[in-house]
T-cell receptor
Framework: EDKVVQSPLSLVVHEGDTVTLNCSYE??????LLWYKQEKKAPTFLFML????IEKKSGRLSSILDKKELFSILNITATQTGDSAVYLC??????????FGTGTSLTVIP | NAGVTQTPKFRILKIGQSMTLQCAQD?????MYWYRQDPGMGLKLIYY???????DKGEVPNGYNVSRSTTEDFPLRLELAAPSQTSVYFC??????????FGPGTRLLVL
């Protein structure tokens, strides 16, 4: 059965801390891995990863994929209260199928 | 651009009632998707469409139907609402098989 597992389920940190969110997957016919940030409502896109070892960066956020270990991480440096959200990992498989993890809930305390 | 819009924002249904969740996008995207998100759970794909006139089942299609008569609209139909369909429903669209743009969601409560 195809699945995406995220860890930890929740995380509480102080402003300025660095966090690492994990995503492991077992999905046949992998095409890409995507990270989303979900605040109150709809998820918003962060990164799409298709190749191993190539880091994607956007400001204080970065992500990398390891297709051999079937694993991805999302790093957030110098966290701010605005980073508080649920971070979703999704894997796209051929046939236009998407599988989402349950998310990691991040709370950043001032 | 309005992006992806969904209506209604919230609805309460009685068991056995039917309703249609509306989704529209003005970005001329070929791909559109319907997901449901249960509390504390990830998104699960219900149905998707790769273009007007073409739809296909996702991971959890039972109890739902869709149609795609135009590029812009992708309504989701519940024929006989059941308590298990209480959820938040997200519609999304994408220009290719890549990143998706999500609507604001519809919260559905079946009592």
């Amino acid at each position: 059965e195809d699945k995406v597992v995220q860890s930890p389920l929740s995380l509480v940190v102080h402003e300025g801390d660095t966090v690492t969110l994990n995503c492991s997957y077992e999905v046949t016919n992998f095409r890409s891995l995507l990270w989303y940030k979900q605040e109150k409502k709809a998820p918003t896109f962060l990164f799409m990863l298709t190749s191993s070892g190539i880091e994607k960066k956007s400001g204080r956020l970065s992500s990398i994929l390891d297709k051999k270990e079937l694993f991805s991480i999302l790093n957030i440096t110098a966290t701010q209260t605005g980073d508080s959200a649920v971070y979703l990992c999704a894997v796209e498989a051929t046939g236009n199928q998407f599988y989402f993890g349950t998310g990691t809930s991040l709370t950043v305390i001032p | 651009n309005a992006g992806v819009t969904q209506t209604p924002k919230f609805r309460i249904l009685k068991i056995g009632q039917s309703m249609t969740l509306q989704c529209a996008q003005d970005m001329n995207h070929n791909y559109m998707y319907w997901y449901r998100q249960d509390p504390g759970m990830g998104l699960k794909l219900i149905y998707y469409s790769v273009g007007a006139g073409i739809t296909d089942k996702g991971e959890v299609p039972n109890g739902y139907n869709v149609s795609r008569s135009t590029t812009e609209d992708f309504p989701l139909r519940l024929e006989l609402a059941a308590p298990s369909q209480t959820s938040v429903y997200f519609c999304a669209s994408s220009p290719h098989q890549e990143t998706q743009y999500f609507g604001p969601g519809t919260r559905l409560l079946v009592l």
